[in-house]
Nanobody
Framework: QVQLVESGGGLVQAGDSLRLSCLAS????????MGWFRQAPGKEREFVAA????????YYADSVKGRFAISRDNAKNTVYLQMNSLKPEDTADYYC???????????WGQGTQVTVSS
C-alpha cells in the first residue's frame, strides 16, 4: 500500500515556473515507478512524466519534453515535477501515482490544481 500527497499547485502566468511535490509513504518504495498525470477540464487524464525510484529512469510525454523535469529525493520519499515555460494548455489537475514496476498505476494522490493564465 502506498499513500501519496501532492502539493505545489497554484495560479501562474504563461512562461512562469512551478514545482509540484508528491510525498509518498509505504513499504518497499524502491519497487515502484512514480508518475505524474494531468486532467484538464473536459478532457481525459493524460500521462505527463514518470521516474523509477531505484534507478531514476525518467520518461516524458512529448508535450512536456524540454520544459518539465521529474526527479526524486529518496531520503525524503518525495517526487518532484519541475515545470518551466508553462503554457495555458498546461492548465489541469495534476496527480501523482505509483505503480509496481511492470504493473499498472494503482495508487493515486488527491491531485493539485495548476492554472496558467495567458
Amino acid at each position: 500500500q502506498v499513500q501519496l500527497v501532492e502539493s505545489g499547485g497554484g495560479l501562474v502566468q504563461a512562461g512562469d515556473s512551478l514545482r509540484l511535490s508528491c510525498l509518498a509513504s509505504g513499504r518497499a518504495l524502491s519497487r515502484y515507478a512514480m508518475g505524474w498525470f494531468r486532467q484538464a477540464p473536459g478532457k481525459e487524464r493524460e500521462f505527463v512524466a514518470a521516474i523509477t525510484w531505484s534507478a531514476g529512469e525518467t520518461y516524458y510525454a512529448d508535450s512536456v519534453k524540454g520544459r518539465f523535469a521529474i526527479s526524486r529525493d529518496n531520503a525524503k520519499n518525495t517526487v518532484y515535477l519541475q515545470m518551466n515555460s508553462l503554457k495555458p494548455e498546461d492548465t489541469a489537475d495534476y496527480y501523482c501515482a505509483a505503480a509496481l514496476l511492470g504493473g499498472e498505476y494503482g495508487f493515486w494522490g488527491q491531485g493539485t490544481q495548476v492554472t496558467v493564465s495567458s
